[in-house]
C-alpha cells in the first residue's frame, strides 16, 4: 500500500509516514527514540504503582494491604522495574537516541538497525521481568544469593527475570556500541572533542561503562540461571558455591550501573543551566573530563557495598578511600554549574527548576553518601532506612529528575508543542514538597536502627510518625506526576506551537525545526561554540530565539553577513 507523503512544508519525522507499522518497523532515530520514552514511562507507571503499595502497607506497625510475602514481592518488583527498565534506559535510550545525531549534525546513528533491534531486544527483556510477577518474585531486585537459591522463596519467578535482565543488558550494550561509533565517526566538520555539547560527553562515558560493564551482571545473572536449572554450585554453599562471590560480581556491574544512570543526568544538566542562564558554560574541559573521571572511578568503588560482608580490613580502607575519591568530579560539575549560573540571565521556567532541583537533591544524596563511605557508620547504618534514602536521593533525586528536566528541556523540540509553565511549575512544587517529605524523613528512620525491607514494625518503636510523613510525601509526588502526564497529553493536543528555538540553545538540534525534519537537516548544518549565546536575540514574531543580524554565522562569509 502506497503512504501518502505530506507536502515538504509540513514534512516532519512524526508525519513522514503514517501507520503502525511505519512505526514499529522505523529506523529513523527519532520514532525509536519515542517509542523507548512511551515504553520507559509506562513502565515509570508500574513501577511506582508497586512504590505507593509499599508506602501504604507502611501507614501502621502491623501493616495495612499485604502480608508478608506480598510486601516482598512488592518491594522487589518496584526495584527492579525502576532501575532496570526506567531509570537505566531512560536518559540515554529515550532522550539521547532522539537528541544525540541531531547534536551531532547527522541524519541518524552509526547503525540505525542495530538501533531497532536492540529496542526490540528491551521489549522482549522487559516482557520476561513483568513476567515474574505473576511467578511471586521475591528475592530483591539485587537477587542476592541466597535469596535466589533458596527453594523455599518463589523460585519460579528467578529465571524468566535474570532471563529479562539479562536481554535488557545487551540492548543497553548495543545501544552503547551505537553511540560510541556516532560520536566518533560522524561528528561533522569543526566539532572536535572539545567543541561537543557536554551531553554527548556524558553519554559517551556512559555507553564505555555500558560496554565494559554490562557482560559482568550479564555473565553472572546467566551463572544464577544454570545453577538454579541444573543444580551446579557456583554461589550455593550447599553445592560448593560462594555466595559473596555474587556480591562481588553484581556490584562490580551495579556500582558503575549507577553512573550509567546519573551520568547522563549531569550532562542534561549541563545543557540546561547554560541555555536556560543564557551564559556560557564555565570550566567547560574541567566538566568533560570530570564525566571521563567518574566513568574511570566507577569501576574501583564496588567494594564499598561489602563493608559487612567479611571482606578484608585492609580492602574495607581501600574501597573507603576510593569512594571519597569519587566526590571530586562530581563537585567538580556541581561548582562549574553554580559558576555558570553567576551573573548570568536566568529564566526561572519549569526545566531550569526542575534543574536547580536536581543539584539539591545530588548534594543532599553525596553528603549522605559520606556517612555510608565511611566504615564505622556504613555497619550501623548498613541495611536501615539510611541506605533507602540515600539511594533514592542519588538515583530517583539526581537520575530520574534529570531525565524529567531533559524531558521539559527537549519536549517542544520533539512535539513541536509547547507545554503549560503554570501547570508544570505547580507540579515541580509538589513533587519536590513530597519528594524531600518521602525520602528525608527516612533518613531520621534509618538513625534510629529502622531495617529497611520489613513489612512491618514494632508499634513502640517510634518509627510510625515517619512512616505516615513519608507516605503522605509519596501521595504529593503521585499526584505531581499525574499532573505532569496532563499538561504533557494536553500540549500534543491544544499546546501553542514551538519556536524552532524556544529557550534559545546554540547546539545544532535547535538549528533545526520544530519537531525536526525527517532527515533532520537538508543541509550540514554550521558548528559554532555551541554555548556562545550572545550570536542569538529573541524574536517575538516567531516566538522563538533567531540569529542576530549583526554577527556572522559560523560557515558564512562575515563580509557577506554584513550586506545581507
Given at each position: 500500500?502506497?503512504?501518502?507523503?505530506?507536502?515538504?512544508?509540513?514534512?516532519?519525522?512524526?508525519?513522514?509516514?503514517?501507520?503502525?507499522?511505519?512505526?514499529?518497523?522505523?529506523?529513523?532515530?527519532?520514532?525509536?527514540?519515542?517509542?523507548?520514552?512511551?515504553?520507559?514511562?509506562?513502565?515509570?507507571?508500574?513501577?511506582?504503582?508497586?512504590?505507593?503499595l509499599v508506602r501504604t502497607q507502611l501507614l501502621v506497625p502491623e501493616g495495612?494491604?499485604?502480608?508478608?510475602?506480598?510486601?516482598?514481592?512488592?518491594?522487589?518488583?518496584?526495584?527492579?522495574?525502576?532501575?532496570?527498565?526506567?531509570?537505566?534506559?531512560?536518559?540515554?535510550?529515550?532522550?539521547?537516541?532522539?537528541?544525540?545525531?541531531?547534536?551531532?549534525?547527522?541524519?541518524?546513528?552509526?547503525?540505525?538497525?542495530?538501533?531497532?533491534?536492540?529496542?526490540?531486544?528491551?521489549?522482549?527483556?522487559?516482557?520476561?521481568?513483568?513476567?515474574?510477577?505473576?511467578?511471586?518474585?521475591?528475592?530483591?531486585?539485587?537477587?542476592?544469593?541466597?535469596?535466589?537459591?533458596?527453594?523455599?522463596?518463589?523460585?519460579?519467578?528467578?529465571?524468566?527475570?535474570?532471563?529479562?535482565?539479562?536481554?535488557?543488558?545487551?540492548?543497553?550494550?548495543?545501544?552503547?556500541?551505537?553511540?560510541?561509533?556516532?560520536?566518533?565517526?560522524?561528528?561533522?566538520?569543526?566539532?572536535?572533542?572539545?567543541?561537543?555539547?557536554?551531553?554527548?560527553?556524558?553519554?559517551?562515558?556512559?555507553?564505555?561503562?555500558?560496554?565494559?560493564a554490562t557482560p559482568v551482571l550479564g555473565i553472572t545473572l546467566a551463572l544464577?540461571?544454570?545453577?538454579?536449572?541444573?543444580?551446579?554450585?557456583?554461589?550455593?554453599?550447599?553445592?560448593?558455591?560462594?555466595?559473596?562471590?555474587?556480591?562481588?560480581?553484581?556490584?562490580?556491574?551495579?556500582?558503575?550501573?549507577?553512573?550509567?544512570?546519573?551520568?547522563?543526568?549531569?550532562?542534561?544538566?549541563?545543557?540546561?543551566?547554560?541555555?536556560?542562564?543564557?551564559?556560557?558554560?564555565?570550566?567547560?574541559?574541567?566538566?568533560?573530563?570530570?564525566?571521563?573521571?567518574?566513568?574511570?572511578?566507577?569501576?574501583?568503588?564496588?567494594?564499598?557495598?561489602?563493608?559487612?560482608?567479611?571482606?578484608?580490613?585492609?580492602?574495607?580502607?581501600?574501597?573507603?578511600?576510593?569512594?571519597?575519591?569519587?566526590?571530586?568530579?562530581?563537585?567538580?560539575?556541581?561548582?562549574?554549574?553554580?559558576?555558570?549560573?553567576?551573573?548570568?540571565?536566568?529564566?526561572?521556567?519549569?526545566?531550569?527548576?526542575?534543574?536547580?532541583?536536581?543539584?539539591?537533591?545530588?548534594?543532599?544524596?553525596?553528603?549522605?553518601?559520606?556517612?555510608?563511605?565511611?566504615?564505622?557508620?556504613?555497619?550501623?547504618?548498613?541495611?536501615?532506612?539510611?541506605?533507602?534514602?540515600?539511594?533514592?536521593?542519588?538515583?530517583?533525586?539526581?537520575?530520574?529528575?534529570?531525565?524529567?528536566?531533559?524531558?521539559?528541556?527537549?519536549?517542544?523540540?520533539?512535539?513541536?508543542?509547547?507545554?503549560?509553565?503554570?501547570?508544570?511549575?505547580?507540579?515541580?512544587?509538589?513533587?519536590?514538597?513530597?519528594?524531600?517529605?518521602?525520602?528525608?524523613?527516612?533518613?531520621?528512620?534509618?538513625?534510629?536502627?529502622?531495617?529497611?525491607?520489613?513489612?512491618?514494625?514494632?508499634?513502640?518503636?517510634?518509627?510510625?510518625?515517619?512512616?505516615?510523613?513519608?507516605?503522605?510525601?509519596?501521595?504529593?509526588?503521585?499526584?505531581?506526576?499525574?499532573?505532569?502526564?496532563?499538561?504533557?497529553?494536553?500540549?500534543?493536543?491544544?499546546?501553542?506551537?514551538?519556536?524552532?528555538n524556544p529557550w534559545g540553545g546554540r547546539s545544532l538540534e535547535w538549528q533545526?525545526?520544530?519537531?525536526?525534519?525527517?532527515?533532520?537537516?537538508?543541509?550540514?548544518?554550521?558548528?559554532?561554540?555551541?554555548?556562545?549565546?550572545?550570536?542569538?536575540?529573541?524574536?517575538?514574531?516567531?516566538?522563538?530565539?533567531?540569529?542576530?543580524?549583526?554577527?556572522?554565522?559560523?560557515?558564512?562569509?562575515?563580509?557577506?553577513?554584513?550586506?545581507?
Amino acid at each position: 500500500m502506497t503512504i501518502d507523503r505530506p507536502t515538504l512544508a509540513n514534512d516532519n519525522y512524526l508525519t513522514h509516514t503514517r501507520g503502525f507499522l511505519s512505526w514499529i518497523l522505523t529506523l529513523d532515530h527519532k520514532r525509536i527514540g519515542i517509542m523507548y520514552l512511551v515504553s520507559v514511562l509506562t513502565c515509570f507507571l508500574l513501577g511506582g504503582l508497586f512504590a505507593l503499595l509499599v508506602r501504604t502497607q507502611l501507614l501502621v506497625p502491623e501493616g495495612l494491604i499485604m502480608d508478608q510475602d506480598q510486601y516482598n514481592q512488592a518491594f522487589t518488583l518496584h526495584g527492579g522495574i525502576m532501575v532496570f527498565l526506567v531509570i537505566i534506559p531512560g536518559i540515554p535510550a529515550a532522550l539521547g537516541n532522539f537528541v544525540l545525531p541531531i547534536m551531532l549534525g547527522a541524519k541518524d546513528v552509526a547503525f540505525p538497525r542495530l538501533n531497532l533491534f536492540s529496542y526490540w531486544l528491551w521489549i522482549v527483556g522487559a516482557v520476561f521481568l513483568v513476567i515474574s510477577i505473576f511467578a511471586g518474585l521475591d528475592t530483591g531486585w539485587t537477587f542476592y544469593t541466597p535469596y535466589s537459591i533458596d527453594d523455599n522463596s518463589a523460585m519460579g519467578g528467578v529465571i524468566p527475570a535474570v532471563t529479562g535482565a539479562f536481554l535488557l543488558g545487551f540492548a543497553s550494550i548495543f545501544t552503547g556500541m551505537n553511540f560510541i561509533v556516532t560520536i566518533h565517526r560522524l561528528r561533522p566538520d569543526g566539532m572536535t572533542w572539545f567543541r561537543m555539547p557536554l551531553f554527548l560527553w556524558s553519554l559517551y562515558a556512559t555507553a564505555v561503562i555500558q560496554v565494559l560493564a554490562t557482560p559482568v551482571l550479564g555473565i553472572t545473572l546467566a551463572l544464577l540461571a544454570v545453577e538454579r536449572a541444573f543444580g551446579i554450585g557456583i554461589f550455593n554453599p550447599a553445592l560448593g558455591g560462594d555466595p559473596v562471590l555474587f556480591q562481588h560480581f553484581f556490584w562490580f556491574y551495579s556500582h558503575p550501573a549507577v553512573y550509567i544512570m546519573i551520568l547522563p543526568a549531569m550532562g542534561i544538566i549541563s545543557e540546561v543551566i547554560a541555555v536556560h542562564s543564557h551564559r556560557h558554560i564555565f570550566g567547560y574541559s574541567f566538566i568533560a573530563w570530570s564525566s571521563i573521571a567518574i566513568a574511570i572511578f566507577s569501576f574501583l568503588v564496588w567494594g564499598h557495598h561489602m563493608f559487612t560482608s567479611g571482606q578484608s580490613p585492609l580492602m574495607n580502607v581501600v574501597f573507603s578511600f576510593i569512594t571519597f575519591s569519587v566526590a571530586i568530579p562530581s563537585a567538580v560539575k556541581v561548582f562549574n554549574w553554580l559558576a555558570t549560573m553567576y551573573k548570568g540571565a536566568i529564566s526561572w521556567n519549569t526545566t531550569m527548576l526542575y534543574g536547580m532541583g536536581f543539584i539539591v537533591l545530588f548534594l543532599i544524596g553525596g553528603l549522605t553518601g559520606l556517612y555510608l563511605g565511611t566504615i564505622a557508620t556504613d555497619i550501623y547504618l548498613h541495611d536501615t532506612y539510611f541506605v533507602v534514602a540515600h539511594f533514592h536521593y542519588t538515583m530517583m533525586g539526581s537520575a530520574l529528575i534529570g531525565f524529567i528536566c531533559g524531558l521539559h528541556h527537549w519536549w517542544p523540540k520533539m512535539t513541536g508543542k509547547m507545554f503549560n509553565e503554570t501547570a508544570g511549575r505547580t507540579a515541580f512544587v509538589l513533587f519536590f514538597i513530597g519528594y524531600n517529605l518521602t525520602f528525608f524523613t527516612q533518613f531520621m528512620l534509618g538513625s534510629h536502627g529502622a531495617p529497611r525491607r520489613y513489612a512491618t514494625y514494632p508499634a513502640d518503636a517510634g518509627f510510625q510518625t515517619y512512616q505516615i510523613i513519608s507516605t503522605i510525601g509519596s501521595y504529593l509526588m503521585a499526584i505531581s506526576f499525574f499532573m505532569m502526564a496532563a499538561y504533557f497529553l494536553a500540549s500534543c493536543f491544544g499546546g501553542r506551537r514551538a519556536a524552532a528555538n524556544p529557550w534559545g540553545g546554540r547546539s545544532l538540534e535547535w538549528q533545526c525545526s520544530s519537531p525536526p525534519p525527517f532527515d533532520n537537516f537538508s543541509e550540514q548544518p554550521a558548528v559554532g561554540d555551541c554555548y556562545d549565546f550572545s550570536v542569538l536575540r529573541w524574536d517575538e514574531a516567531t516566538g522563538g530565539y533567531v540569529w542576530r543580524e549583526d554577527v556572522a554565522h559560523p560557515g558564512h562569509d562575515a563580509e557577506e553577513v554584513a550586506h545581507t
